[in-house]
């Protein structure tokens, strides 16, 4: 049998959620942001192209979850179905960018990392100090 190293930092696991979805919320902040601003006609051209029309409102609309997403996740209200969205999207995003690398700014590790981020916050909840009412 393996002991653990340092059992008493075991205590502190509920902060581990807490750290994930504040950085999470803050990258979906800043991805939306860009979404809006500099990255703006890559995305447009992106949603035309593959026959999401008009692209001006899809991006916008991305932008806004991305930003009113990340908000979420660091109030930590409503974070398993923020990440399940967000889940979602970077699933999307990771295929997009595996069959097309040239539309994408970032690159697949990139989106695989935050699939997986988004992904153990289903499983895991939003932690400590979260908004989240849980057991009702």
């Not at 026959?51 to 997403?69: C, S, T």
């Not at 040239?102 to 499983?123: C, D, G, K, Q």
């Amino acid at each position: 049998m393996i002991l653990n190293t340092f059992p008493e930092l075991l205590t502190f696991g509920v902060l581990a959620p807490l750290i994930l979805r504040v950085i999470l919320g803050f990258i979906a902040i800043d991805l939306g942001y860009l979404k809006i601003r500099k990255e703006k006609l890559r995305w447009q051209k992106l949603f035309e192209l593959i026959h999401f029309h008009p692209g001006r409102f899809f991006v916008k609309a991305l932008a806004y979850i991305e930003i009113i997403g990340g908000l979420m996740l660091i109030l930590g209200g409503y974070t398993q179905i923020v990440a399940i969205i967000f889940s979602v999207m970077f699933l999307c995003e990771a295929i997009i960018e595996y069959r097309e690398e040239t539309l994408e700014v970032r690159n697949l590790p990139f989106y695989v990392l935050m699939f997986a981020i988004s992904l153990s916050l289903i499983f895991s909840g939003a932690g400590a100090f979260a908004f989240d009412i849980t057991g009702l």
